[in-house]
Structure formats: C-alpha cells, structure tokens
C-alpha cells in the first residue's frame, strides 16, 4: 500500500497498544496478558493473538499493588496532546506511516505501517521511550520513576478490513482524551 501524501511504501501494519504505569495489574478483574502459571505449575502464555486473557486473580492483584511505587498514573488532555505531537515526530523520524492514534486516561492505541519488517516490540517500545521522554521534559519523571506498564500488545494487521476494524474499535473507545485518524484527522 502506498500513501500518496508522502510517498511511503509500507510492507506491514500493527495494532499497539499499553496502559500507563498502575492501571492494569496483573490477576486485574477485567482479565489480563501476560504469563500465569498453568494447574501443573508451568507458566503459560496469555499475550499472544488469539489466546483468552487470563482469568482474574484477587491475590496476583493485591500482590502487584503492593509493589507498586505511586499511585496510578492517569493521562490528561494536555498530556495526550503532547503525546499525540511526539507519535507524530517518531513516526516521521523513524518512516512510519501513522494510521491512527487512540490516548485515553489509562491507555494509547495506535495503528502503524512500517516499512520491512522491523521487530514490533521494538516499534512499541520506541513510541513509549519517546512519549516517556516527551512527558518527562513537560512535566518531569513520575515518582514510579515510568509513564507505562512493562510492556504491551503488537498485533500483527493483515489486511484492509483488519487495518478498518481497528481503526473503527480506536474511533468507538469510551471517553476518550484524543482521537485522530488519518483519513479524518483529530476527532475528539
């Protein structure tokens, strides 16, 4: 596919996503990704695609928010907007081609075509280190000493109607502090 605005070739497309630091904790009520020991003791995946996140655990839960080192952090809007400018310059500066930008209290989403075919983890990580230093700049380090959560999800798009079907689930998130497609530009 090719953007005719700028002319970047794009070979593969994610879906990322990552909450910010305390929000969503291991054994949360809502289900969880990650990796929980199995009835035998063995510890089995929950973050890949097309696996069930795992069940709630009220113990893993109390144990996380024990270790945490400050409150929950939640997002404003001038923080999303700050975010929202600094997607935008490492998707230039990287040669990314921004489809779509969800950031909520607790959340981002973003939709992504890259050229080749860069590991995704480390385009993940690229956007929070980024975003993390952009925050940090404007309103200094957090006392838990990170914006986000670990890590977070990369789910591989693999056509059109994946591509749409994310980008619609972005548009329709509940109370949302920014909303911005590239077909339409800033909704919220």
Known sequence: MVDHVNFIQVDRYWFLTWT???????GDDRGFVGFVSDQTGQLAPHNQFGTAPAAPSPNLRHSAEQRLKSDPILLTLQKAEAL???????ARARGWLLI???VMHTHVHLVI??????????????????GSGRLNKLYGKPTSDTWWTRSG??????????IEAVVQYIRKQPNPLLIWTRSEGRLV
């Open 153 to 162: 999800s990369a789910r591989k798009l693999v056509d059109e109607s994946a």
């Open 113 to 130: 075509g890259v050229v080749g075919d860069p590991d995704p983890d480390k385009v993940l990580r690229d956007f929070k280190a980024y």
């Open 20 to 26: 910010t630091y305390g929000t969503w904790l291991p």
């Open 100 to 102: 779509a930008v969800g």
């Open 84 to 90: 929202f400018d600094q997607f935008q310059e490492t």
